[in-house]
C-alpha cells in the first residue's frame, strides 16, 4: 500500500510571497489532515476533510491560510501572504473512515520563510 | 478543551537500558491515547495506543500504560537500541472522540550505542 505523498518536500520563500502544498492520501482514506509543526513542538492541526467537505477549520488563519479537497482525494493547502512565523513543517495525513483512529503521515514540507 | 503536557523533553539512555516517557492530560472524558514516533525528516507514525477501558498495552519492546484517575498515560521502552532514538509524541482526543487528537510537545531520544 503506497504512503501518503506530499510535495515539494522543501520551498523557501520571501515574506509576503505566496505558497501551496500538495497532498495524495493513502488510495481509500476519507479522512485527511493538514498539521504545521513548528522546530520543536508537537503537530498542530490546521484543517481535518472528510470526502471533500471540512469537518473541522478552528485552528486555521484563514486570513492567510486555505485549503481545498475538491474531488474527496488529493488536497491543497495554501498560504497568502506567507510570514515569518509560518515557517515550519506541514504535515499531511490520513484516515480510513472506518478504520480505527490510525493516522497515516507523510513526509511533510518544510517551509522556510526569509 | 484538552492540553497534553509531556516529560522529559529529552532523554540520553545507554543501549540496552530502559526508557519512559510520561504525559498528562487535562480531560477526563479522553478515552484514546496514541504514541507516534518520528524520525528526522519522516512523519509521525503510530507505534501504540491505548484505549480507556484497559491499564496497559504491550507489543514486543514497547508497552503503555495508563493511570485514568491521575490522568496521565507513559511510554515505555525495554532494552533500547540505537534505532529507538527519535521524537516520541504522546496524543489524546480533542474533545471525545478520536478522530482529532492533540499532540504533546515531544521527548527527543537519544539511545547511546
Known amino acids: 500500500e503506497a504512503g501518503v505523498a506530499q510535495s515539494p518536500r522543501y520551498k523557501i520563500i520571501e515574506k509576503r510571497q505566496s505558497v501551496a502544498f500538495w497532498c495524495n492520501p493513502i488510495?481509500?482514506?476519507?479522512?485527511l489532515y493538514w498539521y504545521q509543526q513548528i522546530l520543536g513542538q508537537g503537530p498542530k492541526l490546521l484543517i481535518q476533510?472528510?470526502?471533500?467537505?471540512?469537518?473541522?477549520d478552528s485552528q486555521l488563519p484563514k486570513d492567510r491560510f486555505s485549503a481545498e479537497r475538491l474531488k474527496g482525494v488529493d488536497s491543497t493547502l495554501k498560504i497568502q501572504p506567507a510570514k515569518l512565523e509560518d515557517s515550519a513543517v506541514y504535515l499531511c495525513?490520513?484516515?480510513?473512515?472506518?478504520?480505527?483512529?490510525?493516522?497515516?503521515f507523510g513526509p511533510g514540507t518544510r517551509l522556510t520563510v526569509l | 478543551g484538552e492540553n497534553v503536557e509531556q516529560h522529559p523533553s529529552t532523554l540520553s539512555v545507554q543501549e540496552g537500558d530502559s526508557a519512559v516517557i510520561k504525559c498528562t492530560y487535562s480531560d477526563s472524558a479522553s478515552n484514546y491515547f496514541p504514541w507516534y514516533k518520528q524520525e528526522l525528516g519522516k512523519g509521525p507514525q503510530l507505534i501504540i495506543d491505548?484505549?480507556?477501558?484497559?491499564g496497559e498495552k504491550k507489543d514486543q519492546r514497547i508497552a503503555v500504560t495508563l493511570n485514568k484517575t491521575a490522568k496521565h498515560f507513559s511510554l515505555h521502552i525495554t532494552e533500547t537500541q540505537p534505532e529507538d532514538s527519535a521524537v516520541y509524541f504522546c496524543?489524546?482526543?480533542?474533545?471525545?472522540?478520536?478522530?482529532?487528537?492533540?499532540f504533546g510537545p515531544g521527548t527527543s531520544l537519544s539511545v547511546i550505542p
Open positions: 476533510f472528510q470526502n471533500n467537505g471540512v469537518v473541522d
Open positions: 491505548i484505549r480507556s477501558n484497559v
Open positions: 488510495s481509500g482514506h476519507a479522512t
Open positions: 495525513a490520513s484516515r480510513r473512515l472506518a478504520g480505527g483512529p490510525k493516522q497515516f
Open positions: 496524543a489524546a482526543p480533542k474533545k471525545t472522540s478520536y478522530d482529532k487528537v492533540i
